[in-house]
């Protein structure tokens, strides 16, 4: 079945250091990709999305790049701020399959320290 | 704007007891969600329902029942409590399917099974 990989669990950095998260998905279609982010206490939210190969999401700093050769969404940001602490999940929607789950990968916590 | 409301916050149960958590969403939304959220496991999805009387298995539905009897509410039944359960539930709506429009989400019910 689709799935999504996030490989850092845990990303620890300065303010003002480059960010990057880590995420590749594997899917039988081709799916749409999102972000979300979580603070603490609250729900998720949505951050971005792409659709086609090539594509940039971006929104508040972040953006990425939806690459279908290397099968990967990696998020990225210029410069970090404390207030970025907070979860992170890379998803996939695949329309071809018919369905309409989210896939979701398993996060990663961002802690930015002043 | 819109705002999920679930309730509620905390939930606190025994082994084999039926616990209910409900959702209200007031952005007029057709499709609603529920999520299962788990540390280091990403969100999974439950059950979904694209319309009032509606209701669609996620991959996680087993142990747990659905029911959509209004449009704007969408409410979960562990039906079935499991000794030393814990996890986050998330409620979502979205416009539009997953793979076209995002999910917001509620702040999500915590349960705890002693």
């Known amino acids: 079945g689709d799935s999504v990989t996030q490989t850092e669990g845990q990303v620890a950095l300065s303010e003002e250091d480059f960010l990057t998260i880590h995420c590749n998905y594997s899917a039988s279609g081709y799916p749409a990709l999102f972000w979300y982010v979580q603070y603490p206490g609250e729900g998720p939210q949505f951050l971005f999305r792409a659709s086609r190969d090539k594509e940039k999401g971006s929104s508040r700093g972040f953006e990425a790049t939806y690459d279908k050769g290397t099968t990967s969404f990696h998020l990225r940001k210029a410069s970090v701020q404390e207030s970025d602490s907070a979860v992170y999940y890379c998803?996939?929607?695949?329309?071809?399959?018919?369905?309409?789950?989210?896939?979701f990968g398993s996060g990663t916590q961002l802690t930015v320290m002043p | 704007g819109g705002i999920i409301t679930q309730t509620p916050k905390f939930l606190i149960g025994q082994e084999g007891q039926k616990l209910t958590l409900k959702c209200q969403q007031n952005?007029?939304?057709?499709?609603m969600y529920w999520y299962r959220q788990d540390s280091g496991k990403g969100l999974r999805l439950i059950y979904y329902?694209?319309?009032?009387?509606?209701?669609q298995k996620g991959d996680l539905s087993e142990g747990y029942d659905a029911s959509r009897e209004k449009k704007s509410s969408f409410s979960l039944t562990v039906t079935s409590a499991q000794k030393n359960e814990m996890a986050v539930f998330l409620c979502?709506?979205?416009?539009?399917?997953?793979?076209?429009?995002?999910?917001?989400f509620g702040e999500g019910s915590k349960l705890t099974v002693l």
């Open positions: 979502a709506s979205s416009i539009e399917g997953p793979n076209t429009g995002q999910l917001y």
């Open positions: 329902s694209i319309t009032e009387n509606d209701l």
């Open positions: 998803a996939l929607g695949d329309p071809s399959s018919g369905s309409w789950q989210l896939i």
């Open positions: 952005f007029n939304h057709d499709t």
